[in-house]
């Protein structure tokens, strides 16, 4: 059994980042280029991290299965990102912030995480803006705030509703001044495959070139995996088409320990379903819920178009059971109440949906002012649906979006492999049970730019490396194991196609490891990911061969590992008996239907340890709460 | 649903490599009106895996017209028919039943195709390296409103910095030009404070590279800002213009 030392220094919270900051070792500036670290995943994280690390001296090897390393989903990223600044003079502080985190993820998260990630969201926005981040701005020419779910202040920095992609072209820009200066080498249409541990270190990954379908080699003193999230287990969802969990799922199968694998976002305001040919869910940023008004009929099945339901025939749900936060509510919170409502079938014209509404908020700013802020959601909004937001109200409905899961990593964002780090969504360390939004992007930034520049120094500094190359049989090994894999899947020629079977896998997760769960439903769902997943390694078809461009290859190994690690998502999910953040067990709930947590026998972080098919060991790291009192969330 | 599907014949450019010929094969298709256009080439792939024949390679990946990754010549026009979107947003509603609808890559000396509809526009990334940045390590930033920028200025910067990056402007083009891109880049830079003191360098050294690269001149013909998904301006192009053209007069780095 492996033991877990979380790291967390000591001391006073608010010392803790700078006391270890002191106490972390430090490699010589002539010495940095003699290190080769490889970094998987160019979005905010990854990108963020090797130019930092490139800027310090370190020789960087990039891969990224895109075409570019603009491309990654954090470009999608619409609302914000979040920074303890107070320039609103509203009462933000780093404890603030600290303080909202830990509590939005129903204080399922490591205080000292949380507080270095509120300590640093302050320089994030300034580096940014050195880079040339249009932010928005007031008319004095300052930055401008708006305000996100779960929080009382306004503290969201933006730019209009791209501030991902502003980010991230930021992040980008700032690799490609590396790459131009040759500390980092990009290599792009590489699928990592593996990774290669020796003397139990990681040293090098396996990655497949998506063009030429070569197996290539990468050796290194540490590997960062920056690959994001999950959540296109459930099939449907709002990641980007290619987003998987083959580089975090291969690590874990290596060694790495997966945390809390249940622990799911789903969003409360994403577009609903058109049809059984859909591809990916589009999300409506988080931040139209600051002036639109989310509602339902108050009668069952009432067909009326929604202009012709009279104000007092509305529910305004979430103002009517949350008072003090309303339409702001968490997100976890938002989708609940908006499955309770359409599960009475009261859902928008009898669909699975509720209505975002504008009319108040036009009525009162204007069309003008509520176009400059939300102009390019209206259109995304009209683009795919045909109606126009700003006479007839939305139609929107939760969708898995992010996964507060991950590998498990200790205060240096290192996993239980050592030297193998890993930043952003693919770890587990910062949202606990929810996340709040406009905190992803704040967190990719803070690990890339402001954590792993400090803590991978220390790791180098402390260890010997022998000399290792692409010749070593480990690599062989996996090397292999890849090739055999590849050959395995093209020669089954069954009659499933691979997206057929990812769809299967999507609706027995929506259904039952989604939303809300219970002991019976997940029970099955395990059950049922079993023996799907053998219709897959006995009937699927994957057409082509290995030594070329190949798509359906490429996702027929994306969804092999996906129906593996739901597995583990429902054996996480029935095995956390309570409720908490996105992880809603239906027999764990107060009376009035909130989410009802058990801290005396889940406060920790349920880390898992592959041990075989099916099979997983299950470590506890308990969770201290020495700074926020712990308490039910109570956002009325 | 099926009644109301549309029946659509679709030729679809297919090419094994980059020195392979290609050429136009037919598929029937019947798909939703609600449905996308690239949900429809799901379906079709999915239909052609089912019987074991080659789908069709095609590049996309958030499908919410912002990562920049997919880009078709839907009917000759670079993302379809409907201006300011890309190939991901538009959905089959804007066709009508019983239309052939031609689907081809990006064409441009710059962009060479990979395989069917998938080219290679690594070029444009070559251009961002050789200088679309500011140079600024992390950890040395100012305060983020140490220096406040009006909220115009910002503004304009953000216009031309909403580029995504497809290369549609580069595919519209006759001459397969990149100007339109590069100047986006250059002008966002080159309106902020933080960009201002490398800006003369940046603009010799984007365009100098991007002449390398086999992108073609600027004939002003304004097709790449009818083209482009986030309607960025040609005024781009003459704010480079001016840029480079001062940067030659200014510049004391010039290699001549």
């Not at chain 1, 990102?81 to 780093?94: C, E, F, P, T």
């Not at chain 1, 259109?379 to 507060?404: L, S």
């Amino acid at each position: 059994m492996i033991k877990l030392d979380s790291k967390i220094p000591d001391g006073n919270i608010a010392e803790k980042w700078t006391n270890h900051k002191f106490n972390l070792k430090l490699v010589n500036p002539a010495n940095k280029r003699k290190y080769n670290i490889i970094v998987i995943g160019t979005g905010l994280a990854g990108a963020s991290a090797a130019a930092s690390l490139g800027e310090l001296g370190y020789n960087v090897t990039a891969i990224t299965y895109h075409d570019s390393a603009r491309r990654a989903h954090s470009i999608s990223a619409q609302g914000g990102i979040n920074a303890a600044k107070n320039y609103q003079n509203d009462g933000d502080s780093v404890y603030r912030l600290f303080y909202d985190t830990v509590k939005g993820g129903d204080y399922r998260a490591r205080e000292a995480n949380v507080y270095r990630l509120a300590e640093v969201s302050g320089n994030i926005i300034d580096q940014c803006v050195a880079q040339g981040v249009p932010f928005a701005r007031e008319y004095g020419g300052l930055l401008d705030n708006r305000s996100f779910g779960g929080a009382q202040v306004s503290r969201t920095f933006y730019a209009r509703g791209q501030t991902g992609q502003q980010l991230l072209l930021g992040a980008y820009s700032a690799l490609a001044r590396q790459v131009n200066a040759g500390t980092v080498k990009l290599y792009t249409r590489r699928e990592m495959l593996d990774i290669v541990v020796i003397d139990g270190m990681a040293r090098g990954v396996v990655a497949r070139n998506m063009v030429t379908g070569e197996i290539e080699n990468y050796t290194g003193n540490a590997v960062i995996l920056t690959t994001g999230g999950y959540a296109n287990v459930f099939f449907l969802s709002t990641n980007a088409m290619m987003c998987n969990a083959t580089a975090i799922w291969r690590a874990h199968k290596k060694g790495a320990l997966f945390a809390n694998p249940c622990f799911t976002q789903i969003h409360p305001t994403c577009l609903p379903l058109h049809g059984e040919s859909q591809s990916k869910l589009t999300l409506m940023s988080e931040s139209l819920r600051n002036d639109g008004r989310i509602w339902v009929s108050k009668l069952k099945g009432d067909m009326r178009e929604p202009n012709d339901i009279p104000e007092e025939e509305r529910d305004y749900f979430l103002e009517r059971k949350y008072p003090s936060y309303g339409n702001l509510s968490p997100r976890d919170i938002s989708s609940r109440s908006a499955k309770e409502v359409i599960d009475e079938g009261r859902g928008a014209k009898g669909q699975e949906a509720v209505y975002l509404d504008f009319e108040d908020a036009i009525k009162r700013l204007g069309r003008k002012a509520i176009e400059e802020k939300y102009g390019n959601l209206f259109e995304i909004y009209q683009t795919i649906t045909g109606e126009d937001p700003y006479k007839v109200p939305m139609k929107i409905y939760p969708a898995p979006h992010y996964t507060m899961g991950g590998l498990w990593v200790d205060y240096n964002l290192m996993s239980t492999i050592p030297g193998l780090f890993v930043l952003g969504e693919a770890n587990f360390s910062d949202h606990g049970a929810n996340r709040l939004g406009a905190s992803a992007l704040m967190q990719g930034l803070a690990d890339g730019y402001f954590v792993i520049p400090y803590t991978i120094g220390d790791y180098l500094a402390t260890q010997k490396f022998p000399s290792v190359t692409t010749g070593h049989e480990n690599f062989k090994m996996v090397d292999q194991e890849i090739s055999e894999t590849a050959e395995k899947l093209l020669s089954i020629k069954g009659k499933h196609t691979v997206d057929e079977i990812h769809k299967k896998l999507g609706r027995i997760m929506w259904h039952k490891v989604g939303m809300s769960r219970n002991a019976k439903g997940l029970a099955e769902a395990i059950e049922e990911i079993k023996e799907l997943r053998k219709l897959f390694w006995q009937d699927v078809i994957v057409t082509g061969n290995g030594e070329e461009l190949n798509q359906t290859l490429e996702r027929a190994g994306r969804v092999a590992d996906y129906l593996e690690l739901g597995e583990l998502m429902a054996v996480d999910a029935l095995h956390r008996e309570e409720s908490c953040g996105g992880h809603f067990r239906e027999e764990y709930q107060t009376e009035d239907g909130e989410a009802k947590r058990d801290d005396e026998n889940f406060r920790y972080v349920a880390a898992w340890e592959f041990a075989g098919e099916s099979k997983w060991k299950l470590t506890k790291e308990p969770l201290e709460f020495e700074y926020v009192k712990l308490s039910q969330r109570s956002y009325k | 649903m099926s009644g109301n599907n549309l029946n659509l014949k679709l030729k679809i450019w297919k090419q094994k490599g980059p020195n392979t010929a290609g050429s136009f094969v037919n598929y029937d298709v019947s798909v939703s009106p609600d449905a996308s256009f690239l949900e429809m080439l799901d379906e079709l792939n999915d239909r052609l895996e089912r019987n074991n024949e080659e789908p069709v390679s095609f590049e996309s990946d958030c499908r919410e017209g912002i990562c920049g990754t997919c880009g078709l010549v839907i009917n000759g026009l670079p993302h379809g028919p409907i201006p300011k979107i890309a190939t991901c947003q538009l959905h089959m509603r804007n066709f009508k039943d019983g239309d052939t609808i031609y689907i081809e890559p990006f064409r441009a000396k710059a962009f060479p195709v990979i395989k069917d509809l998938i080219v290679d526009r690594s070029g444009l990334d070559r251009v961002i390296e050789a200088g679309g940045y500011v140079s600024v390590n992390t950890g040395s930033a100012v305060d983020a409103n140490a220096i406040p920028i009006s909220k115009d200025v910002a503004s304009e910067a953000f216009d031309a910095a909403a580029c995504i990056g497809c290369g549609a402007c580069v595919a519209a083009c006759k001459n397969g030009s990149a100007m339109l891109f590069v100047s986006a880049k250059v002008s966002h830079l080159a309106l902020l404070p933080q960009g201002y003191p490398e800006r003369f360098k940046r603009v010799e050294a984007m365009v100098k590279v991007m002449d390398e690269l086999g992108f073609g001149a600027c004939t002003n013909t304004y097709v790449c800002e009818a083209e482009c998904p986030k309607g960025i301006s040609v005024k781009n192009i003459a704010r480079m213009n001016r840029e480079f053209i001062n940067a030659k007069i200014k510049s004391k780095t010039v290699e001549v």
